[in-house]
């Protein structure tokens, strides 16, 4: 079947090819008059269903209910509740793994650590990270799809939590409210993420581009690292801004507090925690010198402690911390009026930032094991893991990337290694709390620093840089932003950017002259085909946009240039005759564009020009047949399937008429 | 030549057309093999030259400067002056015209009842209206490109204006604090269209689509129009507030003070002024007639009161008004801080209307008498006269849609109608004052009335709904919004609905599988071209949007799926080998578009598949092209010109390759 469809493919071709090798021009006079194929325009659409196919593709591009189609109803019904819970797809079927074992382990090993530090980066108590390492990931177990996803706080989240809820209450002075404010927000983020993933709106998220992404997390690493100065210089009366300048004003200030033990401390470890970092990352099997390095560095640097009774010295360290589980905390959100605003949007900004980590995370490892990840699924399970989290004092949490690359990197199979995890810190908060005492809190900045400096990509940068100078802009007001005004704002101007850029885009169409590559009917950009050349008396334009409110003006403008610049360089050999519009790059049309086509039309016929459209895509065709069916502006004769049928009949036309 | 020319334009398609009639097979499989086209790159540019031609054809898309080209530097002088200067243009040749006198008059007979009806809707002493109406249409004879816009108040501007400013401060209270304000907003108003018009942004006012401004348009109409049933029904208290709702319930609870006389005489003159206006549009020659009539009605009924001592029955009329030309008013501009931001944001929405309607109306008429008008000039035209004019006891103005067309249909040939009028409106502002003590409000009202119900275009609204229906929704958005929240509400509303569907159809962008019109080597989209058929072995893939952040998810996803669906229904003979991207409609990519092209061929890859890519435009091609320097991944083998050409050429391949 591919054999006789290839011969009739290159049939075509010969026949292209057989233009340049020698034709009888007489014969092909004949045929010229003979083949001209109309456009057509799509079957019509009732407004009802055209309006239900662009809500289905706006909503639900994925169509996750294709494979219901045709099965009965309680097969039905297993597959709903199967795609509810993604955990009775693997668990029935499930042998346990030691890869799973070993993963699950690993992560605890550095989910724990890292809880207590990220806990400590929003203001709130040591023991409320290692909760939110407790009870999220088992929800993510049985409602996530992703198997590589470790499920615990992570630093952004925890930065932008903390420091826009400082803004209204003082950690130190209300501790509880603060608490409380923490609970709200986190259960606001659960409900705005969760909410996006039942009405299908999955797509905002796609607005943080990568090249936003990728500025705002180096700045936001940047940030924190300034945060754990405090720690590790071992300043006492530390400013509560964020920016660079107030912090680096801050730690200039109060030299005087500088302790040369904590100092001494700081680089050590932080040494260390980079050439594990550095060993894992040249050798990828070594995984687990930099997933051990900070439990290590925590059991090391609190026997030293202990033993040298440091905490007299001027080192700091975390104290007595609560042994138990979790407990319930519903009675703790505070849907107060005065509070209502500042949770509200605090959730929605670390609900979003999260879901995006999380989902980028997901889809990462999906793609490089090869498995599909849902994105309105994905986001639906970590809302749920917050909202329930919400009332069990945890906070915010999503798919950290360096712990999901560790658990990736371990091996894991299943969804099990969060669970692994989850029972791992389950036994730590039962039992081995009372060992976290001597802790000093230098280790945990040396900890969170040696975690962010890899979100500081510059190989992406520079490609960024390479590719494209206008993402690289965006990169870089992300960057400023975050590290000079304020991590929400940066944010915000980065996504304005990029959506002022794809406005821009559209207001600022590109359009092009194309001319005849010889011996071909092919028409392509003058400028991008040395061996394209101009077809006296057309001006063949394409336009490369939906013409919309946003550009008819421009696009009006900038034809009726071209046009007066052709007529008035034109010899009479020469003249011009026909302005042709190749509309295969227009997908969409609205009223404006409309009314252009037709102002055009009108004003290219005062100058004695005929104006031809080729090849209108299904929505546009369909829109110039109704103003045609109210005008009667655009006839057959005027709309032709590609331009080299255009030229080539127009300009029989015109040597039929010429003197 | 066009002869010429068209031989060889008719040759190419001889040879298409040749396919049909018959071709020879072996010499076309020889001719296969032989004509390939390569894709091309655009010449190599600087970033920095890039960047010029960019910026200028963003900002200088009308390339102002053209005409300076080569001429010595002295022309070059005169052409800057006559540039910044019109008037030069078309004064030192001017002779006398009767019909600019005819079209100043009738549209002096117009502006002086109209600039005292939209003072008294801004709030403002009557007498602002008429001084508005004399230094702003002087300053556009001078500085304006436009030989139809008859310059003054507007009525939306003044309701804007009003409504605005009334929020912070009673005009009945704090009437000189008021009418600072208002100076200070004209002033502000002027700065803000002034800048745009030197920044070159003027591409912002694109943003108001045709739909927008039509559901704007006709709600702002009724709301005018409800405002004025205070002044025809008679009564004293009424609502301070704008929406449908307040205003019905205070007309509803004031039944008692509606006075007869009063709505007796308003039915009376409404009726006039509505078949005055009929009778012009049927019979657009006695454009005179709608022209006059409110004259003739302030005439009439001033007559009438003054006869019949109607102020004590009930009848309210305008009061003393002082003689005089327009007083120095810059000592009056407010910058005390307590009340900038209030002005600030009053001179920018207001500066944005009246700027969008000057523009369109300019715009309008230019292309009617086929002209051009620059819009960056026109705006900064209309700034400094909004400016000039804040600083001689003016409020906004610019150029007005009723007595433009009226300009026009009086056949003005230049601004020196503008001049007539202002001389006009100084004449009464010098003598004929008192004449307008007797003048009742309620012909005021109806005079406005008569002039706002002009801007519910019915027509328009069937249009847009017959065309596209998102446009309607946009359209009634506004229209509810102005009516129902507030003016500026509604308007905010309504763009960013628009601009939301932009970003929509770049989110979820159209794709299409195209198929071969039979006996040609033209592909087009399936569902659109009933005699397009699937080329087995090929999934043939377009599409129609920049490939960038908001979209490569989706595109990601949708592909796969395709691909999936493709995989599983065919069987072992017409089995996917190869997938096709046509790319001609891709005007640009960004680095996540690049990411994901790379993903889709290595995923594509692993399904043991060919990603193919077809006509990638000049910008598309540069960013493939560096990608493949540093990585390898789209080989000169996976780049056709045509879809065409790749068809043929890979089904030639696969045809000999096969067992």
Redo the contacts between chains.
């Keep these: 079947?591919?054999?006789m469809?290839?011969?009739y493919?290159?049939?075509?071709?010969?026949?292209?090819?057989?233009?340049?090798?020698g034709?009888?021009?007489a014969?092909?006079?004949?045929?010229?008059m003979?083949?001209l194929?109309k456009v057509?325009?799509?079957?019509a659409q009732s407004?009802a269903s055209k309006?239900k196919a662009r809500v289905k593709?706006?909503f639900f591009?994925?169509?996750p209910f294709r494979g219901f189609k045709g099965k009965p109803l309680t097969t039905k019904w297993v597959m709903a509740v199967q795609y509810l819970f993604p955990i009775l797809d693997w668990v029935p079927s499930y042998s346990f793994s030691l890869f799973d074992l070993v993963a699950g382990l690993t992560i605890a090993s550095l989910a724990i650590p890292q809880g207590i530090s990220y806990a400590k980066l929003a203001s709130l108590p040591p023991i409320i990270g290692l909760y939110s390492s407790f009870v999220p990931p088992m929800v993510y177990a049985v409602l996530g799809s992703s198997r590589d996803l470790a499920v615990g706080p992570v630093s952004i989240a925890s930065l932008i939590m903390g420091s826009m809820l400082r803004q209204a209450v003082s950690p130190a002075a209300e501790p509880l409210l603060f608490l409380q404010l923490a609970f709200t927000s986190t259960f606001f983020a659960g409900l705005v993420q969760a909410s996006l993933g039942i009405l299908r709106l999955g797509?905002i998220i796609?607005?943080?581009?990568?090249?936003?992404l990728v500025g705002f997390m180096a700045g936001a690493a940047i940030i924190v690292s300034l945060q754990q100065l405090k720690a590790l210089l071992g300043i006492v009366h530390f400013t509560t801004e964020m920016g660079l300048v107030p912090v680096m004003a801050s730690v200039i200030h109060h030299t005087k507090e500088w302790s040369w033990q904590t100092i001494l401390m700081a680089v050590c470890f932080l040494v260390l925690l980079l050439t594990a970092r550095h060993v894992s990352m040249k050798w990828p099997k070594l995984f687990w010198v930099s997933a051990c390095a900070p439990l290590a560095c925590v059991i090391v640097s609190t026997l030293l402690v202990f033993l040298f009774k440091a905490q007299k010295h001027g080192i700091s360290i975390i104290g007595q911390l609560k042994c138990g589980l979790n407990r319930p905390s519903w009675d703790k959100l505070l849907f107060d009026p005065q509070y209502l605003g500042l949770t509200v949007k605090t959730g929605l900004v670390t609900g979003i930032i999260s879901l995006t980590e999380g989902v980028a995370v997901g889809?990462t490892f999906a793609?490089l094991k090869?498995y599909?990840v849902d994105?309105n699924k994905e986001m639906m399970a970590i809302g749920l893991m917050n909202i329930v989290g919400s009332c069990t004092s945890c906070y915010v949490t999503t798919g950290a990337f360096s712990r999901s690359a560790v658990n990736h990197n371990a091996g894991c199979k299943t969804a099990m290694s969060n669970v692994i995890m989850a029972l791992t810190v389950m036994v730590t908060l039962l039992f081995l709390m009372p060992l976290f005492v001597y802790t000093p809190n230098v280790v945990l900045g040396a900890i969170i620093i040696a975690a962010v400096i890899g979100l500081i990509d510059l190989p992406a940068v520079y490609?960024?840089w390479?590719?494209?100078?206008?993402?690289f802009l965006v990169c870089l007001c992300a960057f400023a932003g975050v590290i000079f005004i304020s991590v929400q704002q940066g944010l915000a101007i980065a996504v304005g950017i990029?959506?002022f850029r794809?406005?821009?885009?559209?207001?600022?169409?590109?359009m092009?002259i194309q001319g005849?590559?010889k011996?071909?009917?092919?028409y392509?950009?003058l400028?991008?085909?040395?061996d394209a050349q101009r077809?006296?008396?057309f001006l063949i334009l394409t336009v490369?946009?939906?013409i919309?409110?946003?550009?008819?003006?421009?696009l009006n403008?900038?034809i009726?240039?071209w046009i007066e610049e052709e007529s008035s360089a034109g010899t009479k050999?020469?003249?011009l005759?026909f302005v042709i519009l190749d509309l295969?790059?227009?997908?969409?049309i609205?009223?404006?564009g409309?009314?252009f086509l037709i102002?055009l039309k009108k004003?290219t016929e005062?100058h004695g020009l005929e104006l031809i459209l080729v090849?209108p895509?299904?929505?546009v065709?369909e829109?110039i047949q109704?103003?045609n069916d109210?005008h009667g502006h655009f006839k057959s004769d005027s709309l032709y399937?590609?331009t080299?049928?255009a030229?080539?009949?127009l300009?029989?036309f015109?040597?039929m008429t010429?003197p």
Tied chains: 1, 2.
């Design positions: 079947m591919v054999g469809r290839g011969a493919g290159y049939n075509d071709n010969g026949n292209e090819g057989g233009v340049v090798v034709g009888g021009e014969e092909a006079e004949i045929a010229a003979a083949v194929h057509a325009a799509p079957p407004t309006l593709e706006t591009p994925d169509d797509f796609d607005f943080l581009s990568k090249a936003t889809r793609s090869d599909q994105g490609n960024i390479k590719m494209d100078k206008m993402d990029s959506i794809v406005l821009l885009q559209i207001t600022r169409p590109k092009m005849n590559i011996g071909t009917d092919i392509r950009n400028h991008q085909y040395k077809v006296p008396g490369e946009a939906p919309n409110f946003a550009n008819t003006n421009y403008e900038r009726k240039r050999q020469s003249e005759h295969s790059a227009v997908p969409a609205d009223t404006s409309i009314s102002d004003s005062k090849n895509t299904g929505e065709m829109k109704r103003a109210a399937l590609t080299g049928e030229v080539a009949s300009s029989t015109s040597k010429a």
